[in-house]
């Protein structure tokens, strides 16, 4: 379980300070889908990656499984990280010269595994993902649906108890946008948390629990029902 507790964000300082996050506290359980859904600059990337422990809060407290992560050292908070959070993005970060094989394999050198213990690995979860076949391929070749399924595959590679997505379907069409939220579905079906971060109502509907966030207010909700206006 994931749990924030009044935590604030703020950028700078003085006149130009920006109030990212105000007082947010809200609770990822785990193995669930959890969506964080509000409009562009409503501080959604500020929250997963306070969430992920990629940047800490200006105040507030963040606990995960028990341990509060602005009491850990640098080291580690990395190695935190390396082995409990797997981040998928919009426009993907793969290395286009790579093979998918070495691209999804990457996040194990830096688990100092041997690179055939690496390779296999990589070669079973993007077998896992019906990626079987592009393995050879340069994650450049690749079309955009193709890529951001690679770098689910790079996310899960080592086993992370959660997945952070941040606005993965942006640079998809609508078709390919879904096939990448049903594998996020299935993803927290086996049990992992998965926090999706969208603009896209449409795409938060596959989250079990919605937050809402508008101008760096959380609010947190249920599903959202199939035929709902709200
Ligand atoms: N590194 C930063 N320095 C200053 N302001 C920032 C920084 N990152 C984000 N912001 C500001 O914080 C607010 C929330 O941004 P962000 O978390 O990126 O929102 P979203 O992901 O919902 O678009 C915005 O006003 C944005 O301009
Ligand atoms: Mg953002």
Not at 45 to 60: A, F, H, K, Q, V
Not at 107 to 136: F, H, N, T, V
Not at 151 to 161: D, E, K, M, N, Q
Request: some cysteine; glycine content about 10%.
């Amino acid at each position: 379980m994931i749990e924030l507790k009044h935590v604030d964000k703020i950028y700078g300082k003085g006149e130009g300070a920006v109030h990212a996050l105000k007082d947010v506290s809200l609770t990822i359980r785990d193995g669930t889908f959890t969506a964080i859904l509000g409009k562009s600059g409503s501080g959604k990337s500020t929250l997963m990656n306070i969430i992920g422990g990629l940047d800490s809060p200006t105040s507030g407290e963040v606990w995960s499984a028990g341990k509060l992560l602005g009491k850990l050292s640098k080291n580690e908070l990395a190695a935190y990280r390396n082995k409990t959070t797997g981040f998928v993005f919009q426009s993907f970060y793969l290395e286009p010269t790579f093979t998918v094989l070495d691209n999804v394999a990457m996040p194990l050198i830096i688990a100092g595994m041997k690179r055939k213990e690496r390779e296999e690995k990589a070669a079973d979860i993007l077998e896992k993902l019906g990626l079987g076949d592009k393995i050879k391929k340069r994650a450049g070749e690749l079309s955009g649906g193709q890529k951001q399924r690679v770098s689910i595959a790079r996310a899960l590679v080592h086993g992370p108890s959660l997945i952070l997505a941040d606005e993965p379907t942006g640079n998809l069409d609508s078709k390919n946008g879904r096939e990448v939220m049903e594998l996020l579905t299935a993803v927290a079906e086996e049990g992992r948390s998965v926090v999706l971060v969208t603009h896209n109502r449409e795409d938060a509907k596959c989250a079990e629990d919605v937050i809402l966030l508008a101008d760096g207010v959380a609010t947190t909700r249920g599903r959202i029902l199939e035929d709902e206006v709200f």
